[in-house]
């Protein structure tokens, strides 16, 4: 199994950034695509990037792309988002996730994804 723990969230106005962190422990980090997601209350988690174990690839959601920056540390088991210019729309709970089979069954669905953090909490004022 792999513990993940994000921070980094938090208040920001429309048009500025934040760096979200994703630490991993348990068993090895490498082993494991990685995903960030979101959700906002009565809707479902949706895909916002994802990145290959080996770091080689990346996946982002269209609306995201060109703004938002998925990349991973593996020596020291960390996955970031890098995101800039946020909208307002995009306040919601981000997570991040691990998983083994991501790169057979795909990077989009959150049900590809086995291991969860708690979520942190991105607020975008208008």
């Known amino acids: 199994q792999v513990r993940l723990v994000e921070s980094g969230g938090g208040l920001v106005q429309a048009g500025g950034s934040l760096r979200l962190s994703c630490a991993a422990s348990?068993?090895?980090?490498?082993?494991?695509?990685m995903g960030w997601f979101r959700q906002t209350p009565g809707k479902e988690r949706e895909f916002v990037a994802a990145i290959k174990r080996t770091g080689s690839s990346t996946f982002y959601k269209d609306s995201v792309k060109g703004r938002f920056t998925i990349s991973r540390d593996n020596a020291n088991s960390m996955v970031y988002l890098q995101m800039n210019n946020l909208k307002p729309e995009e306040t919601a709970v981000y997570y991040c996730?691990?998983?083994?089979?991501?790169?057979?069954?795909?990077?989009?669905?959150?049900?590809?994804?086995?291991?969860w953090g708690q979520g942190t909490q991105v607020t975008v004022s208008s």
């Open positions: 996730a691990a998983s083994e089979l991501a790169a057979v069954i795909g990077y989009l669905r959150p049900t590809n994804y086995a291991y």
């Open positions: 348990g068993r090895t980090f490498s082993r494991y695509d």
